[in-house]
């Protein structure tokens, strides 16, 4: 129904944020303007597991201005944390990782860092905070972030470091996959093809 007044151009539209193309806006007949028209912001709220990179890499291909995701389930690294740890019990954090309670939390604070850092490495300043208390919801954390300048985001000195860091983290906590470094086409450093300075295009899905 129309809305009316200052929500007149308001619409809802039922998709998966997955799905980049047109065919998310609906049917064909007016998919290609929609597509093509400014996103101001997207937010995602406790989008599950990958699907926060889903929509933070949709808003990426889209140029959003200004992107805020609440981050829900951390699946995709725990296997591939678990597995690290257990193939590596000298690893610095082994005492803390051993138990499956900070291995969860770890898994956590290494995903939405991961995911922090390919926002910059994008092009965009973010930030990472709790956003409610913990007496409310454990999933309390949220990731924002704004479109960096583009002389600033082109930085080929700064991307070069990003990058580093993102691969000394991935490394460090034996991370070979995260969903967003793959659709950017980022490399975690577990090959010997390690690119680290400024990307033109992103591949698109």
């Known amino acids: 129904d129309d809305l009316g007044g200052e929500f007149s151009s308001l619409r809802f539209?039922?998709?998966d944020i997955g799905n980049t193309g047109n065919t998310l806006f609906g049917d064909d007949?007016?998919?290609d303007s929609i597509a093509k028209s400014t996103l101001d912001i997207l937010i995602a709220l406790h989008a599950c597991d990958t699907a926060t990179d889903d929509s933070i890499w949709f808003a990426i291909q889209n140029d959003a201005d200004i992107i805020v995701t609440a981050p829900c389930c951390h699946h995709q690294l725990r296997q591939q944390i678990d597995r690290h740890f257990t193939?590596?019990?000298d690893h610095p954090l082994a005492d803390i990782l051993c138990h499956a309670i900070y291995r969860e939390?770890?898994?956590e604070?290494?995903?939405d860092a991961m995911r922090a850092l390919l926002l910059e490495i994008a092009g965009y300043n973010t930030q990472v905070f709790e956003f409610i208390g913990g007496e409310h919801t454990a999933k309390n954390v949220m990731i924002t972030a704004t479109k960096m300048e583009a002389k600033l985001a082109d930085d080929n000195e700064?991307?070069?470091k990003k990058r580093k860091r993102l691969i000394e983290l991935a490394n460090f906590y034996g991370v070979k996959q995260q969903k967003l470094a793959m659709?950017?086409?980022e490399n975690l450093g577990w090959d010997n093809s390690v690119k680290l300075g400024i990307v033109k295009s992103m591949p698109s899905l």
Do not use: A, H, Q
């Open 29 to 31: 007949s007016d998919s």
């Open 87 to 89: 193939k590596n019990p």
């Open 183 to 185: 659709l950017m086409g």
């Open 158 to 160: 700064r991307l070069i």
């Open 13 to 15: 539209i039922e998709g």
């Open 109 to 111: 604070t290494t995903t």
């Open 105 to 107: 939390r770890s898994t």
